[in-house]
């Protein structure tokens, strides 16, 4: 596949290899990644930018929980300041020579592998059970319908909405069912299905002699019980007559022994199909935590990229007991640039400019190569709507028209020497992105759709069709699709700052850095002791 069908969440990546961190006006004849030309072409409806030189390692060295000491009280200390945190993503990596640690981690992962595994073999049996459960209860109900039995919501003349509306009725007096009885059908499946094992008297066998005679049983009526009646009722042979009112008698009879055994059945099958159902969701309920716990602790080594750095790494020397764990961690809070002799441009459009206009949906959400969908591609417009409602009541209240975005990456490394000495050395990888609300609001989205990849891998796991994908993915058609607000019809590249040069260096990355990064850095440095005699 080129270069160009690559189809891929434009955000996904935003380390410094995956973001640019120049100016916007240089066009695409700045190479470094997707966004940056992105950028470039639809300024003024999106901004996502780094500063150079908000974007640092801390890397500090102690004795076993040191670097954990640190790590905690900033999660804390950053909510008390009004930021939001959500953890993105986690791995561990544990050498087999740091057997106690290993065996903490590593042999919990197989035992959580050995109870998925029988969780699943248990759920699946269950499904299989039910299918062919619900299979013999459309048989039983069809032959039920032929004897005349309808559903509730039928005998209410489609007004019934009860849970059991469409369950069939067992209830029916007798004459109501002798007028609806399919008499045709139960002849048909005694001939196919019962008389056919009668061996050389069945119809189908002496059809040779008498042609019609399928024909005239179905003809001949449960009252044709003696010869000359049916004779003369269906204009046959002697011969012919005896043959048809004694396969007449056999059918009666076994149409009233069939009737209450179809009825037992179908009540026993519905009961077990409702057990079936419940086991379903006992085992999906009980597999959930441990698929949780498993998933929770993901090997750093099935990722291909910390594959190949680790064949490399000083750290990773073997024969050594060592361990290995990073954490990635959102965090974000609203931003509001200083002005100081004119009023912000964007504010004219406030009220206009909405996070999940038309424009965000179609280019960042919708866009078969570099929206969401691309990397998500199981997403819906129910799921998306349902979503977005959840971020504005919990990530983002009161809508700015930009943030800060950064990201946390926590690496902690432990390792054990020979004499029992033990050292932890822990790096802060801080990377600081000031995003519009739109950016914002689709990279959240992402982060929704992270929660639910998860709750959509228990589901094909268990081969449960997932309740929350419900819905459509919408196209749109090509063309306009954000309206400028006639207030704004004189700005360039509006709702949002367009002008990157003296505006969003100075107005905004400045403060972002003086505000922001650096006390966020001093924190990191004063939790570790920096400074300290």
């Known amino acids: 596949m080129g270069k160009d069908d690559k189809k891929e969440f434009i955000f996904k990546d935003l380390d410094r290899e995956g973001i640019s961190v120049s100016d916007p006006s240089k066009g695409d004849n700045y190479k470094s990644s997707a966004i940056f030309p992105f950028y470039a072409k639809h300024r003024g409806k999106v901004v996502i930018q780094a500063a150079g030189n908000q974007y640092t390692e801390i890397d500090i060295t102690g004795p076993p929980g040191?670097?954990?000491?640190?790590?905690?009280?900033?999660?804390?200390?950053?909510?008390?300041?009004?930021?939001?945190?959500?953890?993105?993503?986690?791995?561990?990596?544990?050498s087999p020579m740091h057997s106690a640690y290993y065996q903490l981690t590593m042999k919990q992962k197989e035992d959580l592998e050995a109870k998925v595994k029988a969780g699943i073999a248990s759920a699946a049996q269950a499904v299989s059970d039910y299918e062919l459960l619900s299979h013999d209860e459309r048989k039983y109900k069809e032959f039920l319908r032929y004897y005349g039995y309808r559903t509730k919501k039928e005998n209410s003349g489609g007004k019934s909405d009860d849970d059991d509306a469409n369950e069939l009725d067992l209830s029916d007096d007798e004459d109501k069912l002798a007028k609806r009885r399919d008499a045709h059908s139960l002849k048909a499946f005694f001939i196919d299905q019962?008389?056919?094992?009668?061996?050389?008297?069945?119809?189908?066998?002496?059809?040779?002699?008498?042609?019609?005679?399928?024909?005239?049983?179905?003809?001949?009526?449960?009252?044709?019980?003696?010869?000359?009646?049916?004779?003369?009722?269906?204009?046959?042979?002697?011969?012919?007559?005896?043959?048809?009112?004694?396969?007449?008698?056999?059918?009666?009879?076994?149409?009233?022994?069939?009737?209450?055994?179809?009825?037992?059945?179908?009540?026993?099958?519905?009961g077990l199909i409702t057990s079936r159902k419940k086991s379903i969701d006992e085992y999906k309920d009980w597999v959930k935590p441990y698929v949780a716990?498993?998933?929770?602790?993901?090997?750093?080594?099935?990722?291909?990229?910390?594959?190949?750095s680790r064949s490399t790494s000083f750290f990773a020397a073997g024969g050594h007991a060592t361990s290995n764990v990073s954490i990635t961690i959102w965090?974000?809070?609203?931003?509001?640039?200083?002005?100081?002799?004119?009023?912000?441009?964007?504010?004219?459009?406030?009220?206009?400019?909405?996070?999940?206009?038309?424009?965000?949906?179609?280019?960042?959400?919708?866009?078969?190569?570099?929206?969401?969908?691309?990397?998500?591609?199981?997403?819906?417009?129910?799921?998306?709507?349902?979503?977005?409602e959840e971020i504005k009541s919990e990530w983002m209240?009161?809508?700015?028209?930009?943030?800060?975005?950064?990201?946390?990456?926590?690496?902690?490394?432990?390792?054990?020497?020979?004499?029992g000495f033990e050292l932890e050395d822990g790096i802060f990888n801080l990377n600081h992105i000031l995003m519009s609300q739109n950016v914002l609001l689709v990279k959240l989205l992402e982060?929704?759709?992270?929660?639910?990849?998860?709750?959509?891998?228990?589901?094909?796991?268990?081969g449960v069709e997932s309740d929350f994908l419900e819905g459509k993915k919408p196209i749109f058609k090509p063309g306009k699709s954000f309206q400028m607000p006639f207030g704004m019809r004189f700005?360039?590249?509006?709702?949002?700052?367009?002008t990157?040069?003296?505006?969003?260096?100075?107005?905004?990355?400045?403060?972002?850095?003086?505000?922001?990064?650096?006390?966020?850095?001093?924190?990191?440095?004063?939790?570790?002791?920096?400074?300290?005699?």
């Open 293 to 308: 716990k498993h998933q929770l602790i993901k090997d750093s080594m099935s990722d291909s990229g910390s594959r190949i």
């Open 194 to 270: 019962v008389d056919a094992h009668t061996g050389d008297v069945s119809l189908r066998n002496i059809v040779q002699r008498w042609p019609t005679i399928i024909t005239d049983f179905m003809r001949i009526k449960d009252e044709h019980l003696d010869i000359e009646s049916a004779r003369a009722a269906l204009g046959i042979s002697k011969a012919e007559a005896v043959v048809l009112v004694t396969k007449n008698k056999l059918y009666q009879e076994w149409k009233n022994m069939f009737l209450p055994e179809v009825k037992n059945r179908y009540s026993r099958i519905k």
């Open 397 to 419: 209240v009161d809508f700015r028209h930009y943030y800060t975005f950064m990201i946390v990456k926590f690496f902690k490394s432990n390792i054990r020497f020979p004499d």
């Open 66 to 94: 040191y670097t954990s000491s640190v790590y905690y009280p900033l999660m804390f200390w950053l909510r008390r300041q009004g930021w939001k945190t959500e953890k993105a993503d986690e791995s561990i990596d544990v």
């Open 331 to 388: 965090i974000w809070r609203d931003f509001q640039p200083q002005e100081f002799y004119v009023p912000p441009g964007e504010a004219l459009a406030y009220k206009k400019a909405a996070p999940d206009d038309d424009w965000t949906r179609k280019n960042l959400i919708w866009h078969e190569k570099h929206g969401l969908v691309a990397s998500y591609p199981w997403i819906t417009d129910k799921w998306v709507d349902k979503r977005i």
């Open 500 to 533: 990157f040069k003296d505006r969003i260096t100075r107005a905004y990355l400045i403060p972002m850095g003086r505000y922001i990064f650096a006390p966020i850095v001093a924190r990191i440095k004063h939790l570790s002791g920096y400074g300290k005699g």
């Open 491 to 498: 700005l360039r590249g509006a709702p949002y700052e367009p």
């Open 447 to 462: 982060l929704k759709a992270k929660q639910y990849q998860f709750e959509k891998y228990i589901n094909d796991l268990l």
